[in-house]
């Protein structure tokens, strides 16, 4: 075979390694872009929905704390006012 052959068989198999290589990182590619499109929608869900917990904590933590006294407190005190003022001592003997 004479140099020229073997030359033109390198560029052919050459060729067609190049462009096999460039249609799989086309292909990788693209499934990498639409994953990051993915991750910035959720990103996007996931900083909307936190805003709206801050907004709902902030007005649960102002329906908690009603003209100065914390609703932790009354249930506290309600729940005392349940519990048994005597103190208990031991039986007397008879």
């Known amino acids: 075979m004479d140099a020229f052959a073997k030359m033109d068989i390198f560029f052919v198999v050459t060729?067609?390694?190049v462009i096999v290589i460039?249609?799989?990182v086309a292909t990788l590619l693209y499934y990498i872009l639409r994953t990051a499109k993915d991750v910035?929608?959720?990103?996007h869900i996931v900083r909307k929905e936190s805003?709206?917990?801050v907004k709902g904590?902030?007005?649960a933590r102002s329906k908690m704390t009603g003209n100065g006294v914390n609703v932790l407190q009354n249930f506290i005190a309600?729940?005392?006012s349940?519990?048994?003022t005597k103190?208990?001592?031991k039986k007397e003997a008879e």
């Open 57 to 59: 904590a902030s007005a």
């Open 22 to 24: 460039a249609i799989f």
């Open 87 to 89: 103190k208990r001592g």
């Open 40 to 43: 910035s929608e959720v990103v």
């Open 15 to 17: 060729t067609l390694a």
């Open 82 to 84: 349940f519990a048994s």
């Open 78 to 80: 309600f729940v005392q």
């Open 51 to 53: 805003e709206r917990f």
